[in-house]
């Protein structure tokens, strides 16, 4: 049934009620796709932050570098040399710009709990990467309108975040029992926030969604 409020992303107001568990409710958007969490269901930021905190993500770890080469493999084969990039929340333990750096890039951290470098939103980079980060955002259309912003000509946004499927598929999956994750995209959400920042999108794999800038 239609529920009057709008989505996060596009802002429409086409949303109908998608799951239900013990915890919350979930809508899907019909003209984005977005299945997102109502914000009375969000965490405080407090703990939100305790959430992860609890991340223990060594960037020494084999196992966490092979899970983020994921991102960072194509973004890498794109990139000309000495780009300059942001890793837009990274978290307690920044790995993915050590990776980078390793390869030769500079790279700038941001993240509003453990890295809050407010001036880093007002410069321009190549690429951007968001590793395990739009699922989290309360804005996504404002924030991702921004960090594209800050994107130089044919600069690449780089995201990894788990997709939807299907609703079937929604009601046993384990990326919707994190209590901060609150935004759930698919490929049809990436195709319409593509067309409205008129970017070039590569869906890779499973959960790679680059978007770059043309204009």
Not at 53 to 70: I, K, M, T
Not at 156 to 182: C, E, P
């Amino acid at each position: 049934m239609p529920h009057p409020l709008h989505c996060p992303l596009c802002l429409g107001h086409d949303s109908s009620d998608y799951f239900q568990d013990k915890a919350r409710a979930y809508l899907q958007c019909g003209d984005c796709a977005l299945v997102f969490v109502p914000p009375q269901y969000h965490l405080s930021e407090a703990r939100e932050k305790a959430e992860y905190d609890l991340h223990r993500n060594d960037p020494f770890d084999s196992g966490y570098r092979n899970f983020l080469a994921r991102l960072f493999e194509p973004l890498r084969e794109r990139l000309p040399k000495a780009a300059v990039g942001l890793d837009f929340g990274c978290g307690p333990g920044p790995t993915l710009s050590l990776m980078f750096q390793e390869a030769g890039f500079s790279v700038a951290i941001y993240d509003k709990f453990y890295a809050d470098n407010p001036q880093l939103l007002g410069q321009n980079y190549d690429f951007i990467s968001a590793s395990e980060v739009v699922e989290h955002l309360r804005q996504p259309q404002l924030e991702l309108e921004r960090l594209y912003n800050l994107l130089n000509l044919n600069g690449i946004l780089g995201i990894m975040t788990k997709l939807v499927t299907d609703q079937r598929a929604f009601t046993s999956w384990h990326y919707k029992n994190d209590l901060s994750h609150i935004c759930f995209f698919s490929a049809e959400t990436f195709h319409w926030l593509a067309k409205h920042l008129q970017a070039r999108l590569e869906l890779i794999g499973k959960d790679v969604i680059l978007l770059q800038k043309l204009s």
